[in-house]
């Protein structure tokens, strides 16, 4: 997981922070917490929290005795979602692999992942150790990116940073939404272990923003920066193309139309 398009460091957070948590993360961290099965004294695991907007209403949902541990692989990321929950004594973080979780057998009543299992580099794997560390009747929730097309803010920007390298064109986007496909992912999850393995399409809208915000959290809030970087563009340049493109389709201020697959599964209490 160490190439450039798990690597949200150097200015990344703080843009990924600022835009892309009101646009695209706050409106299905709502609907993932709100997926959870409450217990006494519940223990839950986040994986991939990034700058937190999960973690955050995590706390608010959670009780005074229930604990989470909010995990990300970036530890950049963690910095700033820490910064704003660091008085919240029911919440440690942790720098960690989902593909090599450092937690006894059944340590946790559930785990949440948004949109991170894309950037897992062994997905099998992950879900085992997912699998691991829940008790018995644990629960698992996650969410992945539909297809871009269902996106269109996404695809718009996705169509123009390409065309800005017309020879040799950057393909984040390859991976937050190359899991699109139902079936192989149901199938990997019930091969992990868990049952009850269940699925929805959940289409939500993100906050209104002026177009050169959500270029500029496009650009420079994920991996795009680093492709475009590496080829010698002008990152600024890339914004204000994308820009010009989401105004000209969508106006100078718009929300972000989203499909995304959110996967609900349980481990056998046998």
Sequence with gaps: ?????????????????????????????????????????????ELACGTGIVTRK?????G???????????????????EKLHRDERISWQAIDATEL?????????????????FFPDRARALREAHRVLSPGGQLVFNVWDRI???PVFAAADHEIRASFPEDPPHFYDIPFGLADREPIEELVRSAG???VTLQTVRLSGASLPARDIAAGIV??????????????????????????????????????????VYEARKATR
């Design 1 to 45: 997981m160490g190439d450039i398009y798990s690597a949200f460091t150097g200015s990344i957070p703080d843009n990924y922070d600022r835009f892309l948590v009101p646009l695209i993360f706050e409106p299905y961290a709502a609907d993932i917490v709100a997926r959870l099965r409450r217990k006494p004294q519940m223990r839950v695991l």
């Design 58 to 62: 995590l706390a608010q949902a959670l």
């Design 64 to 82: 005074p005795d229930d604990r989470l541990t909010a995990s990300d692989l970036n530890q950049a990321m963690i910095d700033i979602a820490r």
């Design 102 to 118: 450092p937690f006894d057998d059944g340590r946790f009543d559930a785990i949440v992942c948004q949109f991170g299992c894309m």
């Design 149 to 151: 097309t269902l996106c």
């Design 194 to 196: 868990f049952d009850d």
């Design 220 to 261: 420079r809030g994920g991996p795009w920066i680093t492709e475009i970087e590496q080829r010698g563009g002008d990152g600024n340049a890339v914004v204000e193309r994308v820009a010009a493109k989401l105004e000209a389709l969508f106006g100078e201020e718009s929300e972000s139309p989203m499909s995304a697959i």
